[in-house]
């Protein structure tokens, strides 16, 4: 169907509805971390603050955490859900919300739902709360006219308030009065059985190595469904919002906006892994084609889930990047047919990277698929191992494919993704090849 040959009128409109159709991704759930001296003035002003991070870090260098944080952000679309996760336990206490006497003691747990409104952007505005909270502040800037109030001095070390100058605007969902000022405590959502299902990916995100904490955690849907289940049950209010709709945070300078940052110092491969990572979570939630991967990924209006850094096990091992695609079948029936694993790698790919990609479908598999192997997809993206490798190293990735046969998975699909351009034009295509071709 050529749109240039459409008169307006009624197949006009059918067919941009097919198009939008066919080439939408679902909105998903996120978790956001925040504490008890930011999250008041997080609900009534109606965004997501994240802190600020520097591009380049001290020696000069580009700092991962930077580029990890931007994937983070690259994964988030208009109309996802949010969710809040208070902790309670930190240094910090500039704002003891629990020490007023109108509402009672703000716990550890899981706050919301809330629904993405706007693009996140950048902002060193300060941020009052409003009655009750009127002295509760969220800074973008240390300039900032409050800020030098709220530095303390913590077991001889000063501590001062985080720098928040990543904004997402947020508003309550329809109906919020259902869910207004009610949470879920830990022992609810791990302990509680009388609601079934599990945060399984939720429970590992708590075991933390140093220095891989995330402000942002793309959560399943089965975890979305069940935090939002034990919500809606609760009878217990502790905190007033006072959510002023006039009043919400919103950014109307396109200038603001996160953009996406790529580099490549040798024009072939990225600087880092996170680069490739923030591509293609950017191309998937913002609609855009992505050479060569188009037809694995599929029908995007069959991904009901796309997450980045899914954590499993207690290791803290994680998933690179996670899809989940649903078919409706008509009316309310739907189901899960694949789950889709991608393994990314800045440089060649290894053997080590094709045992890693096993376990991955076999702990995938138990949480999304109910245990269906066949049904995990596993993608490895990288560079071509060299052909000039020597003979031992093929034989233990012949190996490692013959431990695939062994075990029933499913062969893991090989691309090299390729730069062109330079600078903010970087484009990236993606070639399928046989392993088996290198291994001969």
Not at 72 to 90: H, P, S
Not at 174 to 182: I, P, Q, T
């Amino acid at each position: 169907m050529d749109p240039d040959n459409l008169k307006k009128g009624p197949l006009l409109k059918e067919y941009f509805i097919v198009k939008l159709k066919i080439k939408y991704m679902k909105p998903k759930a996120h978790l956001f971390f925040v504490d008890d001296d930011t999250m008041p003035v997080h609900i009534q002003k109606g965004f997501c603050g994240i802190i600020k991070i520097q591009q380049q870090n001290r020696a000069g260098n580009l700092n991962i955490a930077f580029f990890n944080q931007m994937a983070d952000i690259m994964n988030i679309k208009i109309g996802d859900l949010v969710y809040f996760y208070t902790l309670t336990k930190g240094q910090r206490k500039f704002f003891r919300l629990q020490d007023e006497d109108n509402f009672d003691k703000l716990e550890q747990g899981y706050y919301g739902v809330f629904k993405i409104v706007g693009k996140p952007f950048f902002s060193e505005d300060e941020i009052k709360g409003v009655y009750p909270l009127e002295n509760y502040y969220i800074f973008g800037s240390t300039e900032n006219q409050n800020y030098s109030r709220f530095s303390l001095n913590v077991n001889g070390k000063v501590v001062k308030p985080p720098i928040l100058y990543v904004r997402i605007p947020i508003k309550p969902i329809k109906h919020y009065e259902d869910l207004e000022n009610k949470f879920v405590d830990d022992n609810q959502a791990y302990i509680d059985k009388t609601d079934e299902g599990m945060l399984s990916t939720l429970l590992f995100k708590k075991i933390k190595r140093i220095g891989e904490e995330r402000s942002i955690t793309p959560i399943l849907p089965e975890e979305a469904s069940k935090i939002a289940r034990l919500i809606f049950k609760q009878k217990r209010k502790n905190f007033p919002l006072n959510i002023d709709h006039s009043n919400l945070i919103t950014n109307n300078d396109p200038e603001k906006e996160v953009k996406l940052i790529l580099s490549s110092a040798d024009g072939r491969n990225f600087d880092l892994e996170a680069m490739l990572e923030s591509y293609i979570l950017h191309r998937l939630n913002n609609d855009l084609p992505l050479n060569g991967l188009d037809d694995i990924i599929g029908d995007r209006n069959e991904i009901e889930f796309c997450g980045n850094q899914i954590q499993y096990g207690i290791s803290g091992n994680k998933v690179d990047v996670l899809l989940l695609h649903k078919k409706e079948l008509g009316g309310s029936t739907a189901y899960r047919y694949k789950a889709t694993v991608i393994e990314l790698k800045r440089d060649q790919i290894k053997k080590e990277d094709i045992t890693q990609i096993i376990d991955y479908q076999k702990w995938v598999a138990q949480l999304t698929t109910f245990n269906n192997l066949k049904a995990i997809q596993p993608v490895l993206i990288g560079k071509k191992t060299s052909i000039r490798i020597n003979q031992a190293t093929k034989n233990k990735i012949r190996e490692a494919l013959e431990k695939i046969n062994e075990l029933g998975v499913s062969t893991p699909l090989f691309f090299e993704y390729v730069l062109s351009g330079s600078g903010e034009e970087i484009e990236v295509s993606f070639n399928n090849f046989l392993i088996e071709d290198i291994i001969r």
